[in-house]
Each structure stands twice: as structure tokens, then as C-alpha cells.
């Protein structure tokens, strides 16, 4: 199937710094992609809806000063977590949709923010 | 969005079949049915979908009531490797935005 790549696959940073997180479709465009949060022992949450050549969407009770995210081109969207926070550490996974029928998701970035 | 009901977690031998239910009783009619698992610490991933049918691939099997209340996903042959979260998610829009229950714990034994 497509493949969907984050990188990096782990960061740990230090409070007050910021963080960014590469989402890259390898052999298909996507001119949306999907940001998602998971905290242990819970399920995926969509944070936002990334758009190419406009303005991301974000889910209700995500900063979106926060949490930037630009979607440069047709394979490449990126999420820049700013001034983090020991709260922000989370598992953050990327989806792009592919052929209106799947979603193909990144490996994920762990985050640990100290 | 359709509501999606499963149970927290089941066991399954190894080499025998795993059958996880989902409720989906608010489907609507243009509404897939599909299935995601995650294993520890990486992405979900794709496993099948259908809308009425029953449908077969390479890892699983989808059987979906006729009333589409409700379905079950059968891995054939369970192995050590199927061991994780498997969702089932009863919404799909075009543009692949996806909402995740809480899922199904499978722990595959020996």
C-alpha cells in the first residue's frame, strides 16, 4: 500500500523549546492530511485537518498558536509544537488519505518534552 | 458520526481464529464499516472495510449483519504478531478523516 512517513520517530526536548514534525507521502499527493495526539493507555484524537495552500482546520480545545502546522506541498505537511510544555508529551500520528477509500498513517513521533 | 461499540478485550489462542464484534447501530446507509489496529508505540493500520457485503483480503475477514447494526472481524489464523488494539471505526469521509473509539485489546497467547 502507500506509505505514509513521520519523522523523526522520537524526540525528547527541553521545556520552553520548539518541536517539528515531518509527515511525508512517499508515493502519492495528498492535499490533506490528518494530525493526531495519543496520550498512553487512550485512543487517537484528531487535532487538525491539514490543507495544502490554506489555512489548517483544528478540532475544538487545540491551540492553534500552539500547534502550527503548514502543509508545504503536495506530500509534505509538518506540525511544530511551540514553547512546549511537559503536557505536550504525547504520540503524534500523521494519516493522508489516499484514493477516497483509505488512510494510510505515519509510524508516529513520541514526544517527550523535559 | 456513527457510534461504534466494542469490548475492551479479548484472548485468543495462537493459530486460532479471532473474532472481534462491533456494534454500530447508527450507521447510516452510505457509511463504511472499517478496521484499524494499532501495535504498541506505531501507527494504525489499514486492515479492511466494507459497506454491505462481506469482504475477504490477505489479513482478515469482514462479516457485516444484514441489518449493518453490527459486524465482526475474523483473523483466520491468529499469530503472536496480532497481538494489539483493533478499532473499528463506523465513519469514513471522502477525505479520510477518521474517528477513533477505544478499541479492542487483543492479546494473542501461546
Known amino acids: 500500500g502507500a506509505v505514509v512517513s513521520q519523522h523523526p520517530s522520537w524526540v525528547i526536548c527541553k521545556s520552553g523549546t520548539s518541536v517539528k514534525i515531518e509527515c511525508r507521502s512517499l508515493?502519492?499527493?495528498?492535499?490533506?492530511m490528518f494530525w493526531y495526539r495519543q496520550f498512553p493507555k487512550q485512543s487517537l484524537m484528531l487535532m487538525a485537518t491539514?490543507?495544502?495552500?490554506?489555512?489548517?482546520?483544528?478540532e475544538q480545545g487545540v491551540e492553534k498558536d500552539k500547534f502550527l502546522i503548514n502543509h508545504a506541498s503536495l506530500t509534505l505537511s509538518t506540525l511544530t509544537v511551540t514553547s512546549a510544555h511537559p503536557e505536550d508529551s504525547s504520540f503524534y500520528i500523521c494519516?493522508?488519505?489516499?484514493?477516497?477509500?483509505?488512510?494510510?498513517f505515519g509510524q508516529g513521533t513520541r514526544l517527550t518534552v523535559v | 458520526d456513527a457510534k461504534t461499540t466494542q469490548p475492551p478485550s479479548m484472548d485468543c489462542a495462537e493459530g486460532r481464529a479471532a473474532n472481534l464484534p462491533c456494534n454500530h447501530s447508527t450507521i447510516s446507509g452510505n457509511e463504511y464499516v472499517y478496521w484499524y489496529r494499532q501495535i504498541h508505540s506505531q501507527g494504525p493500520q489499514y486492515i479492511i472495510h466494507?459497506?454491505?457485503n462481506n469482504e475477504t483480503n490477505e489479513m482478515a475477514s469482514l462479516i457485516i449483519t444484514e441489518d449493518r447494526k453490527s459486524s465482526t472481524l475474523i483473523l483466520p489464523h491468529a499469530t503472536l504478531r496480532d497481538t494489539a488494539v483493533y478499532y473499528c471505526?463506523?465513519?469514513?469521509?471522502?477525505?479520510?478523516?477518521?474517528?477513533f473509539g477505544q478499541g479492542t485489546i487483543l492479546t494473542v497467547h501461546p
Open positions: 491539514s490543507n495544502e495552500g490554506s489555512k489548517a482546520t483544528y
Open positions: 466494507g459497506l454491505k
Open positions: 494519516s493522508a488519505p489516499f484514493d477516497k477509500t483509505e488512510a494510510f
Open positions: 508515493d502519492f499527493q495528498a492535499t490533506t
Open positions: 471505526i463506523g465513519i469514513f469521509t471522502s477525505y479520510g478523516k477518521l474517528t
